[in-house]
């Protein structure tokens, strides 16, 4: 079983449902708590045993690419004040020599397109694309961890799925399941969201993928899909019946950061888990 060395974060949107925030400061640098929401996922690619990260990006996201940087400007004065304590909050945001790489999605042509956009980083062995907007919380065990489980027990193509209310499906990429083993759902086929009268599931795919590097090659076609859109889905549904495919049953909680109020009840949920500010954010809620 190849082991999987390289994860793929599309981050080049406009982050266009948080303006005016976002338009001088990218989406996935918005903070949840004191931790902009990329620094999760990268943890999680982290825990998970990633070498190689490789951000699709697009104009006006070159702060992504300060972020991992050393800040030696400011580790330099915190160095002269004796505020080591400060210093060592910085190093998980430093990505060391080779282990970051940027490439440029020119136009907003869907997730499909993102991906395949890093096809030349990515060569060809399997890989992992994490969402940044999707904060799939689970400290204990990292939802990309989860999902190696999975992958080491069938192989193939594995993506991460929760289920969602059927008034909702019309908002995700629905999978149409087969056999069930524990957390693994073979995979019969994707629905890109479909009405929730013709949702063959409650089970959407939300933000995580182990992906087979035939993928790339079938996204070289540029089919449009749903919304006019190259559609991820549309590619991996390709792939079914071809090799091992599996939906892997994510378990912690999953907050929808690409929506404020999925934002706003991220920042609560993960607040109210810390000793520094829980007690007074928990005061306050049960004050109003």
């Not at 989406?27 to 902009?36: A, R, S, T, Y």
């Not at 919380?137 to 999902?147: E, I, K, R, Y």
């Not at 079914?240 to 999925?262: L, M, N």
């Amino acid at each position: 079983m190849a082991k999987i060395r390289k994860a793929v974060f599309p981050v080049a949107g406009f982050g266009t449902r948080f303006l005016p925030a976002t338009k001088a400061v990218p989406k996935e640098l918005l903070p949840i708590v004191d931790q902009p929401l990329i620094q999760y996922a990268i943890d999680e690619a982290k825990a998970a045993g990633i070498e190689q990260m490789i951000f699709v990006t697009g104009r006006g996201k070159g702060a992504i690419e300060d972020y991992f940087d050393m800040a030696f400007e400011i580790e330099t004065d915190l160095a002269a004040k004796d505020k080591q304590a400060i210093i060592d909050k910085l190093a998980p945001t430093r990505l060391g020599p080779g282990e970051a790489a940027f490439v440029r999605q020119q136009e907003m042509a869907g997730l499909g397109h993102a991906v395949w956009c890093a096809r030349h980083l990515t060569g060809d062995e399997p890989f992992a694309v994490i969402l940044p907007d999707e904060l799939l919380w689970n400290p204990a065990s990292p939802c990309l961890s989860q999902m190696l489980e999975t992958y080491e027990a069938k192989g193939g193509s594995v993506i991460a799925v929760v289920e969602v209310p059927q008034a909702h499906t019309s908002r995700y990429g629905i999978v149409d399941p087969g056999a069930i083993d524990g957390k693994a759902i073979a995979i019969n086929g994707f629905v890109e969201k479909p009405k929730p009268e013709d949702a063959p599931s409650r089970m959407a795919a939300v933000g995580r993928y182990i992906l087979d590097p035939k993928v790339m090659r079938l996204l070289e076609g540029q089919e449009k899909g749903a919304g006019g859109e190259i559609q991820l889905t549309d590619a991996l549904a390709k792939l079914i019946g071809h090799e091992p495919f599996h939906a892997h049953v994510f378990e912690g909680a999953r907050h929808d950061c690409g929506e404020k109020a999925g934002f706003i009840q991220a920042n609560i949920a993960l607040a109210l888990e810390r000793d520094d500010v829980g007690p007074q954010v928990r005061a306050f809620i049960q004050g109003l």
